[in-house]
């Protein structure tokens, strides 16, 4: 993007309040554009037939789940069967550093799934609006992520609005935890409850623990099962776990989904929650999908999804909210390189502890390469760690791998408290035993963190640098990254040839 000398004066010379301004702006222009693109479609598929409201299917009620008597949800005119869903840690049993005030209350959120695509126009009544004495106004209702554009219309305890096609919504009220909303596509396949390799859970509770997986094997969720356990398999191929259930570890389960040494899996519709520890751990396997799959955390080290040691590894169209790392890629055995890892399309909230996405800390392998982060939303990363705080999303190089041939492109990120982005090589010792490591030819493109905040990239040494860094068309708080990279850039001596254009 150019820029003549009169714009870049008034760009340098902006105020931080000039620059404030600027984000509001922004975000205002972003608005009106996907309102203006939304009215296009209507009108153009209208005159076709193309765009109708949608048939909504509201799933059944979580036998023994809460039901919310905070959001009334209906979609298309449908009632929504809406779970007020909050964790059960145990706070004196919680590590020394596992402790914020928002990681020691009790974590909750309230949670609507159902089937619908097309036009989807939601009416949502706030029971006992006002809310901690504050009558609800457009100001105090924002509907997430910003970059759908979604206005939400306020008129008493109701909120109204419109989404096309279906996906995750997260509905932020000021004073009450957040409405979750899953919207799902129409299922492609239902397998019959005899059929052969299939283990079937229907509507229900189900106290199934940890099931173990063997070839050629189907899980199936129905909508309204609500599954205790977790998944195991171990040198195996061809599995699929699928559904528009629930599989609640119970803070019960630790590492729920642990998948070893296997190929071609596949995770798809189905929300995990609640683990002990990490969620989903991928251990050197191979061809590996989640799709529009949901991963909910609370306790510590309660990482979504962790590709380790593993190839061609698939993450799109999901939504991971968790209290570690929601994609974590790791490289801790040195006997398994890891490469193709794709993350696309997908909502992540780094609720405590946690970074959107990251590669480390532990990289023990020859190499980690061929790694795109594409089209995603990461709406909150927060909380200390062993690199002094977590960041939107990073690399952190935590051993003797060479990690190389990055691309973060399409990225919002709305809020990272202590650091925007991060490449760092530590001394191999944070997490393991050294010596360290080296990143080189990482590009990041049209990113967009919303709010001000540094970058920082650090070598090791002269030996251990960090290499060929390219920052193409990004803005922090609505300002060009090539405008304003001496407030936003913290480098050290190690770092060699970045680039912004």
């Not at 922004?26 to 203006?36: D, Q, Y």
């Not at 171990?234 to 630790?254: A, H, P, Q």
């Not at 609640?274 to 989640?290: A, F, G, I, P």
Request: charge should be negative; aromatic fraction near 8%.
């Amino acid at each position: 993007m150019k820029y003549n000398s009169l714009e870049t004066d008034l760009l340098l010379n902006m105020t931080k309040q000039q620059k404030n301004d600027k984000t509001l702006s922004l975000v205002s222009k972003i608005n009106k554009m996907n309102k203006i693109l939304f009215l296009v479609v209507l009108i153009a598929t209208s005159c076709t037939g193309g765009l109708r409201t949608s048939d909504v299917t509201p799933y059944p009620m979580l036998e023994g789940a809460k039901e919310s008597t905070t959001f009334a949800v209906e979609v298309n005119g449908q009632k929504i069967w809406t779970e007020h869903y909050t964790s059960n840690l145990k706070v004196d049993e919680m590590p020394n550093w596992f402790s914020d005030p928002y990681v020691l209350e009790p974590q909750e959120m309230h949670i609507a799934s159902f089937e619908g695509d097309g036009l989807l126009e939601f009416n949502i009544t706030v029971e006992g609006a006002p809310v901690n004495g504050t009558l609800l106004n457009p100001q105090n209702v924002v509907v997430k992520p910003l970059s759908k554009g979604v206005e939400a219309q306020v008129e008493g305890d109701k909120i109204s609005f419109n989404q096309v096609g279906s996906g995750q919504l997260v509905v932020e009220v000021e004073g009450l935890p957040p409405l979750f909303i899953f919207a799902n596509g129409k299922e492609e396949w239902t397998p019959a409850k005899d059929e052969a390799d299939v283990i079937y859970f229907g509507p229900g509770v189900h106290e199934a623990g940890y099931i173990e997986m063997k070839d050629n094997q189907t899980v199936y969720l129905a909508a309204g099962a609500l599954v205790y356990g977790g998944i195991r398999a171990k040198d195996v191929s061809n599995i699929k776990v699928l559904g528009r259930g629930v599989l609640d570890g119970d803070y019960r389960y630790s590492q729920m989904v642990l998948i070893e040494e296997c190929n071609d899996i596949l995770f798809k519709d189905v929300t995990i929650r609640n683990s002990m520890h990490w969620t989903n751990t991928l251990v050197n396997c191979r061809d590996v999908e989640y799709s529009n799959v949901k991963v909910i955390g609370f306790g510590p080290s309660s990482d979504g999804i962790n590709p380790m040691n593993s190839q061609r590894v698939r993450i799109t169209d999901s939504f991971i909210r968790c209290t570690d790392d929601c994609v974590a890629i790791k490289a801790m055995d040195p006997n398994h390189p890891v490469e193709q890892i794709l993350v696309e399309n997908s909502i992540m909230i780094g609720y405590a502890y946690a970074d959107g996405v990251t590669i480390g800390f532990e990289t023990n392998a020859e190499y980690v390469r061929d790694v795109t982060v594409r089209n995603c939303d990461i709406l909150l990363a927060r909380g200390g760690s062993r690199v002094d705080g977590h960041s939107g999303f990073s690399i952190i190089c935590d051993g003797p791998a060479r990690i190389s041939n990055i691309l973060f492109e399409d990225i919002r990120v709305e809020k990272s408290e202590l650091k925007l982005f991060e490449l760092h090589i530590t001394d191999g010792t944070e997490y393991g035993y050294g010596p360290p490591g080296h990143i080189n030819d990482i590009t990041l493109r049209n990113i967009d963190w919303l709010h001000e905040g540094p970058i920082v990239i650090y070598g090791y040494d002269d030996n251990h640098l960090v290499q060929n860094v390219q920052f193409e068309n990004c803005r922090v708080a609505g300002i060009p990254l090539d405008i304003i990279q001496d407030d936003v850039m913290q480098l050290n001596d190690y770092v060699e040839n970045i680039s912004i254009e």
